[in-house]
T-cell receptor, first 111, second 116 residues
Framework: DPKIIQKPKYLVAVTGSEKILICEQY?????MYWYRQSAKKPLEFMFS???????DNQTASSRFQPQSSKKNHLDLQITALKPDDSATYFC??????????FGEGTRLSVL | GDSVTQTEGLVTVTEGLPVKLNCTYQ???????FFWYVQYLNEAPQVLLK?????KRTEHQGFHATLHKSSSSFHLQKSSAQLSDSALYYC??????????????FGHGTILRVHP
């Protein structure tokens, strides 16, 4: 059974709309992350949270907003979607000083 | 800024022959950790190897890598490639000095294709 659950697995959106990508981890990890993988770029770090606090934000656009309602949740809200936002978004988690374990990703297509 | 360079976008090798995937880096971090992640088609990346000790060989699933700080490299090698090794391989580094150790900088990835 997957320990990091991402929903939905596939998502199609129209330009200008807003979507929320869901991530829950059942590993007891204190740190959670979002990464993005697109055709044009390698795996790219977006955000990191530790104990529900934002640790780092490498995403230039404010259209991307992480939301942590519980310590094992880290959702990603994306507003005003653009075709360039089309990518696979991976949620990951780790204990302190360990390599992140990745979820299976949400594949977002913006038309 | 920090960067990881994987010079080959695609490596093709015959089953049973050795394979080497190159990884070099530039970083301002004083204490670093390195990883090789493998991503099979339509799956999540998963850790294959990790190391933070200079000149120490690390091995897993037949693959091995040695961190060489003198040459800023962490190449991945295997003595006998298998068909099941075909996948996308990422080299990545992280800063070990702070609390944000899960923030990885990835290379562009190397596709390994093993053919019969």
């Amino acid at each position: 059974d997957p320990k990091i659950i991402q929903k939905p697995k596939y998502l199609v959106a129209v330009t200008g709309s807003e979507k929320i990508l869901i991530c829950e981890q059942y590993l007891g990890h204190n740190a959670m992350y979002w990464y993005r993988q697109s055709a044009k770029k390698p795996l790219e770090f977006m955000f990191s949270y530790s104990y529900q606090k934002l640790m780092d934000n490498q995403t230039a656009s404010s259209r991307f907003q992480p939301q942590s309602s519980k310590k094992n949740h880290l959702d990603l809200q994306i507003t005003a979607l653009k075709p360039d936002d089309s990518a696979t978004y991976f949620c990951a988690s780790s204990p302190t000083n360990q390599a992140p374990l990745f979820g299976e990703g949400t594949r977002l297509s913006v038309l | 800024g920090d960067s990881v360079t994987q010079t080959e976008g695609l490596v093709t090798v015959t089953e049973g022959l050795p394979v080497k995937l190159n990884c070099t880096y530039q970083t301002t971090y004083l204490t670093i950790a390195f990883f090789w992640y493998v991503q099979y088609l339509n799956e999540a990346p998963q850790v294959l190897l990790k190391s933070s000790t200079d000149n120490k060989r690390t091995e897993h699933q037949g693959f091995h890598a040695t961190l060489h700080k003198s040459s800023s490299s962490f190449h991945l090698q295997k003595s006998s490639a298998q068909l099941s090794d075909s996948a996308l391989y990422y080299c990545a580094l992280s800063d070990r000095t702070g609390a944000n150790t899960g923030k990885l900088t990835f290379g562009h990835g190397t596709i390994l294709r093993v053919h019969p």
